[in-house]
């Protein structure tokens, strides 16, 4: 078995919900989170355009804290059996795949047993 976690937009969480839907993957944990990407800013670009005395003008300097900003995620939280990792990884990357900056990160990690609270249950029955 493996744990899927997915970090996409706020706005893709209904069209992902139902994309694995389509593929017979209907249940998941979402979880709102803050984060932002790795892109940094290349401030040295700014240096010379202003004079010290003036600074940034308040559009820019406004601009550049936006981009070190938490920004509101989804966090997807999927466990499926070994055999489903390719085609629900797939799918999420269909789904949210718009070629900006922004659009998520999907981990794949090994995991050992689920078990059901409310029966007992344990591997694959209980996913």
């Not at 706020?10 to 139902?18: A, I």
């Not at 406004?62 to 466990?79: A, C, D, F, G, N």
Request: glycine share 6%; aromatic share 4%.
């Amino acid at each position: 078995m493996k744990e899927i976690t997915a970090i996409i937009r706020m706005d893709m969480v209904n069209k992902t919900k139902e994309a694995l839907l389509k593929i017979a993957v209907p249940s998941m944990t979402a979880i709102r989170v803050m984060g932002r990407g790795k892109k940094k800013i290349a401030y040295e670009l700014f240096q010379n355009a202003f004079s010290e005395d003036e600074g940034l003008p308040p559009i820019i300097a406004e601009q550049l804290s936006e981009m070190h900003r938490l920004m509101p995620k989804r966090m997807i939280i999927l466990v499926v059996e070994d055999k489903d990792v390719q085609n629900t990884v797939k799918t999420i990357i269909e789904v949210n795949q718009n070629g900006n900056p922004g659009n998520g990160k999907i981990f794949v990690a090994t995991i050992n047993d689920v078990v059901t609270v409310r029966t007992g249950k344990t591997g694959i029955e209980a996913i």
